[in-house]
């Protein structure tokens, strides 16, 4: 089965309180055994947009969908072509203070894991270990053919092969890791099969608008979810389902829900605590608190 893409929601209730202050949150991790769900928000002080946020890329564009994507070869030349250049931010981008807080709040022994629904790597790259990348990550391929996955920059490399003299140059990057390019460009960009079979579609090793998370790795974040006794929400819009069931699970659970973002989500009424702040300050602070 195959979800619609979700790509905004209303909010049909009245806007709840939130605060500045980071008391509750400093109690509730304190205490340690607390699973951590991050979003767009998170990375958007390394220099990646978010979809929804002030500057979010859905104002300007709609995200390619895994139906686009595998309907025609026009959708993936353009896909690749964008995406060739949005690479070299993606890959550039450093973990900013945020990444870093979390991944020192694991250090401590303070979290049970970490969800993210980003596909940026910069957990990782911020010293996170076990992350569990809910829409996979784009350093990754995975052949649609015979399933067999690869790295990034190998298909990279063999891009850069085929396309030497390609023209693209990179202008304001959209969440997914790709570029803006006019319709001419794209056509002038070659594609690669895959390295393995050797005639299967190559795609990123993301979760598109339109695709499913594969079962396996939901049910991985529902038990740790299980296994925690609170959820920390950051820098997530919770629009798409994908990520708000974690949060609904949790509050049905009794669990306290810690949502730290700008402005609301769609989880708001399932949490016991809504932060206002900007994420590289809020969690340098809740660092320097518990
Ligand atoms: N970096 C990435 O890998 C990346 C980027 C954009 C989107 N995505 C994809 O988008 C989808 C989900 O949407 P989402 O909920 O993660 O993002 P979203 O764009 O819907 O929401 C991001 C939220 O973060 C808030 N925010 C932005 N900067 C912030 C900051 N510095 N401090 C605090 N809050 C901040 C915004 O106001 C917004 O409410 C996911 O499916 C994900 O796969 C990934
Ligand atoms: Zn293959």
Known sequence: MRTRPTLTWTDPGAELPRTTSLTEVVDVVGRGRVAVLSGAGISTESGIPDYRGDGGSLRRHTPMTY??????????RRYWARSHVGWRTIARAAPNDGHRAVAELQKRGLLTGVITQNVDGLHQAGGATDVIELHGSLDRVICLGCRETSARDELDRRLHAVNPDFGGVATRI?????VELDEQVVAGFSLVDCGGCEQGV????????????????????????????????????LTVMSGLRFVRHAARAGKPVLIINKGRTRGDKEATVRVDRPLGQALTELVGSV
Not at 67 to 76: I, K, N, S, Y
Not at 209 to 216: H, I
């Open 202 to 237: 190559l795609k990123p090793d993301v979760v598109f608008f339109g695709e499913n998370v594969p079962r396996p790795r939901v049910e991985q974040c529902y038990q740790l979810v299980d296994d925690s006794d609170a959820l920390l929400v950051l820098g997530s819009s």
């Open 67 to 76: 139906d686009d994507f595998v309907a025609t070869e026009h959708g993936r």
């Open 174 to 178: 959209n969440p997914d890791g790709d």
